[in-house]
């Protein structure tokens, strides 16, 4: 199994790594345009420098169709917080992106530079926004790898794995690991495999590389209560309040752990190939059903976000009329659509309570309304029949809720058989 294992990643380290023509034809046109914007950085008299963050910094970038490129721009501490955002708008034109702070994302042939606004601190308490943090993010990855020269082949496993699977991401509508997240982690553990070994079991996990507290009692104690919900809380090295994993949810741990276990014990290449989870299900459950759904909200992590939180409005609408055996999101950012995907099989029947045999006019009210009455134990009940699947979306789209959530499109796109009984 060892040895089977070894083949592997030896095997996904060759396919991911890109080869020395693409990394210096990566960082020639990176370096290019660096160029191009301290250029009008410079005309524009902006005291701000400029720095790659991201992979192509830690030289961990992975062999891709496409290649995010973190730009970051450091502009001086004299410039207002609420400033920084039109200040690079001055300087780079591009598709406009609503966060925390606003940045930009220009396309140049398969390159995509994502150009964001960061404060030119020098100290990592002085940062007035996380994004201000990643100078330093980069330094220590650097750092570690320098010790170990190692790690970049590892970091890159590490995050091939998880984005293959659905677990690489920050964003609320993921609520995964991010690239950070992962480099910390694999920088931790010393490779990709005694990482994924060393969770695969584990409920809860705190982290201290750096030793900033005495023992793990004085992190539960001194760190933010609200940064101590994930799965695994990792003080961030650069920075002694932050848990570096604080986006990790309970659920996404729980998934990422099962498909450790399964690697480990039937490892495949098929872990590291971004699967098509819409075929995947198809194949397993007989009873599928895809419903897509859009939003008027910004493309990415917002619309992400907000497609996310509709899904599981959805689902539970749905328990009242269905019995949910299997429940998935997807959503595609190319796209901008989420995709619900659902097991269900429809009830026979719905008993809806009513009120006391003791209230006469309540009663009489419930029984006008509802047929299929019955007392039981002197209280009123009432049988239904249960809305089918295309009944209750027609009514979801009417909802005051499907409105305040900018909800634009609900569509049942594939529906194998709903089987009508248990």
Do not use: W
Request: aromatic share 10%; hydrophobic share 35%; with cysteine.
């Amino acid at each position: 199994m060892r040895n089977k294992i070894k083949e592997v990643l030896e095997r996904q380290i060759l396919l991911i790594k890109p080869s020395e023509k693409e990394s210096k034809e990566i960082n020639k046109e990176a370096e290019k345009f660096i160029k191009e914007l301290e250029k009008k950085i410079k005309k524009r008299g902006i005291k701000a420098d400029v720095f790659i963050g991201g992979s192509l910094a830690k030289g961990t970038i992975i062999k891709k169709q496409k290649h995010d490129i973190d730009v970051f721009i450091r502009f001086d501490k004299k410039y207002p917080d609420e400033k920084i955002s039109s200040m690079l708008g001055k300087i780079v034109a591009g598709k406009k992106i609503h966060g925390s702070r606003d940045y930009f994302q220009i396309k140049k042939g398969k390159m995509i530079f994502e150009v964001v606004p960061v404060g030119k601190i020098t100290k990592p308490e002085e940062a007035r926004n996380v994004t201000d943090l990643s100078y330093f993010h980069v330094n220590y990855i650097k750092k570690m790898m320098k010790k170990n020269k190692k790690l970049g082949g590892e970091i890159m496993l590490a995050k091939n794995f998880c984005y293959a699977q659905g677990f690489y991401g920050a964003e609320s509508y993921i609520k995964g690991f991010s690239g950070y997240a992962l480099e910390l982690l694999t920088c931790y553990y010393g490779s990709f495999l005694k990482f994924i070994k060393a969770v695969r079991n584990k409920q809860k996990i705190i982290l201290d590389p750096e030793k900033f507290y005495k023992n793990k009692q004085e992190i539960l104690l001194e760190l933010n209560e609200a940064k101590l919900q994930s799965p695994i809380v990792f003080v961030d090295p650069t920075f002694k309040e932050r848990n570096a994993l604080a986006a990790l949810s309970q659920e996404t741990f729980g998934k990422f752990k099962e498909t450790c276990r399964s690697f480990l014990s039937n490892p495949d290449n098929k872990f590291f190939e971004k699967k098509d989870l819409g075929k995947e299900l198809k194949k397993k459950y007989k009873n599928l059903i895809v419903i897509e759904v859009r939003t008027s909200k910004q493309k990415g992590d917002i619309a992400g976000s907000k497609l996310k939180k509709f899904s599981d409005f959805l689902t539970n609408g749905l328990k009242k009329y269905f019995e949910i055996k299997f429940k998935e999101f997807e959503y595609d950012d190319e796209k901008n659509i989420g995709k619900i995907y659902l097991s269900i099989i429809q009830k026979k029947d719905i008993i809806r309570e009513g009120p006391p045999i003791t209230s006469v006019e309540h009663l009489v009210r419930f029984k006008k309304k509802h047929k299929n009455c019955f007392i039981k134990k002197g209280q009123s009940y009432a049988r239904e029949k249960p809305l089918t699947i295309n009944k209750f979306l027609e009514n979801l789209k009417k909802e005051k809720r499907t409105k305040e959530m900018k909800i634009t499109k609900i569509e049942l796109v594939n529906i194998s058989s709903v089987l009508n009984s248990p």
